[in-house]
């Protein structure tokens, strides 16, 4: 049984599927990322998992503990780390206090270690802290009592750059430890850098699951070229160039296929600058997974992807 098993789950809030039966699983030591646009069921899925709201059908289970089962899962829980969207700590104690406390529920192993990396001022009350200190504690208090399991909803959000790169850093030091990471996100340039799988949920639903690469690939990148001899260049003919356009002296395409030939077809133009972007979260929802949900067909289909 892996770290995390969701089976058909269903969480209708009346007006609206919150989820809408979800499958699929997460390994031991699986960093796993799912993405998807507001209202996609993100906070939905982790609140279940949790058991802080129940399923309305299906079942799911974090460390084999069924979310239905209240005392298994406040077992499971003692290994399990989570920190929410919005971190709802008491604004009148100190950091100190709060990492206390959840020293004496769950233990504190690794507090010094997190403080070396996270550094929120943990000697001032929260209502001094800016929201990165907040995040800050959060993600101290999610790991310090060496859980198998965590599980985060947008970690890094509030966190400046910088600090979010030390996050990921830290997460990629999580996978040699062998702990295994569910978290959610908006970013697909976060989730990339860090996780093994995606899952995107769409209006409930679960609309792709990938290892990354394919993700990135199946979504074309953008490339942006200016060459001496400007419009004259034609890279129509380039397999796996799309929507090809020129915008001032820039040509501008999505490009599905292998490196080579792009440098090849680069090759026989006085190249002055290129840029090739991986492509944005929207555009792989819009282009692979169509806008209504269902599954699309990727439109570089027939490409040599
Ligand atoms: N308590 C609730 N009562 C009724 N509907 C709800 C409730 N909580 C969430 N929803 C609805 O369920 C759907 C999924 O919401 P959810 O908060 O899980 O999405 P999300 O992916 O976490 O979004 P965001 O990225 O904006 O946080 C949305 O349509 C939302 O309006």
New binding site residues.
């Given amino acids: 049984m892996g770290a995390l098993e969701v089976n058909d789950l269903t969480k209708d ?1 009346g ?2 599927l ?1 989820v809408d039966s979800l499958s699929f699983s997460v390994e031991d030591g699986e960093i796993f990322g799912f993405l ?1 646009p ?7 899925l982790i609140r279940t998992l949790l058991g802080l709201i129940s399923p309305t059908s299906g079942t799911a289970t974090v460390l084999g503990a069924d979310v239905r089962n209240e005392d298994a899962l406040i077992e499971a829980k003692q290994r399990i780390g989570y920190l929410p ?1 919005h971190l709802g700590f008491n604004e009148e104690v100190t950091g100190q206090r709060v990492l206390n406390y959840h020293a004496s529920v769950k233990g504190d192993r690794r507090r010094s270690e997190l403080l070396d990396v996270f550094t929120p001022p943990v000697e001032r009350p929260i209502r001094e802290y800016s929201t990165g200190n907040k995040r800050m504690l959060g993600i101290v208090q999610a790991f310090m009592h060496d859980p198998d399991l965590v599980i985060m909803d947008e970690p890094t959000s509030g966190l400046d750059p910088l600090k979010q790169e030390e996050f990921n850093e830290f997460i990629r030091g999580e996978r040699e430890r062998g702990t295994t990471i569910f978290f959610s996100s ?1 970013v697909l340039s976060e989730v990339r850098r860090v996780c093994d799988r995606v899952g995107i ?1 769409r209006e ?1 639903r679960l609309v792709g699951l990938e290892d990354i690469d394919t993700l990135l690939d199946q979504g074309g990148k953008r490339v942006h070229v200016r060459t001496a001899d400007g419009e004259r260049v034609d890279f129509s003919g380039l397999d796996g160039a799309f929507d090809v356009t020129t915008v001032g002296e820039e040509i501008q395409f999505i490009y599905a296929g292998n490196y080579n030939p792009l440098f090849q077809a680069l090759a026989r133009h006085d190249v002055h600058e290129v840029e090739i972007r991986e492509p944005p979260l929207e555009d792989i929802f819009m282009h692979f997974y169509g806008t209504d949900g269902s599954e699309a067909n990727p439109p570089m289909e027939g490409t040599n992807v």
Avoid at 38 to 44: R, V
């Fill in positions: 809030y007006s609206v919150g998807g507001n209202g996609a069921g993100k906070t939905t969207a908006h949920l409930g």
